[in-house]
């Protein structure tokens, strides 16, 4: 009983690995592109030393999506406390969004406007993309 177990418990894992290198590899090209049009847009409206805040939201949101991703692969191997896992994975995340949007409201007002903006379209695709492949669109 405990093999069968063991086995599904290894077959969940494989299975979390490939999902989240497909997500990473989509993830990675969608912000390719959305970097390339926002950043082209900043360039064309004479903001181009904005482009640093840009990248700064999608650090922000890569932090959140990494951690989201690292505790859910987490929680494939524990039997229970899931709860208290994602509940000090929420807070984490939280932390980082307050500290990076204190950074960036500091430094200017455009350059929090552009971080948010970063923020929320890194956040936004990776939360789309894992709907879209959650529904088995592959």
Not at 12 to 33: D, E, T, Y
Not at 39 to 51: N, V
Not at 60 to 77: K, S
Request: proline share 1%; charged share 15%.
């Amino acid at each position: 009983m405990i093999f069968i177990k063991d086995g599904a418990c290894r077959r969940q894992r494989r299975n979390m690995k490939q999902i989240l290198s497909v997500f990473m590899k989509r993830l990675a090209i969608a912000l390719g592109l959305a970097a390339l049009m926002i950043g082209s847009l900043l360039l064309a409206r004479g903001e181009g030393q904005l482009i640093g805040a840009l990248f700064l939201g999608y650090f922000a949101a890569l932090v959140f999506v990494w951690n989201m991703a690292w505790r859910l692969w987490r929680l494939t191997y524990m039997q229970s406390g899931g709860k208290r896992q994602m509940l000090w994975g929420m807070v984490l995340r939280m932390l980082v969004l307050f500290l990076v949007l204190l950074v960036a409201v500091t430094i200017s007002v455009p350059v929090f406007l552009v971080t948010a903006l970063g923020f929320l379209v890194c956040y936004g695709l990776a939360l789309f993309l894992l709907i879209h492949m959650n529904l088995g669109k592959k």
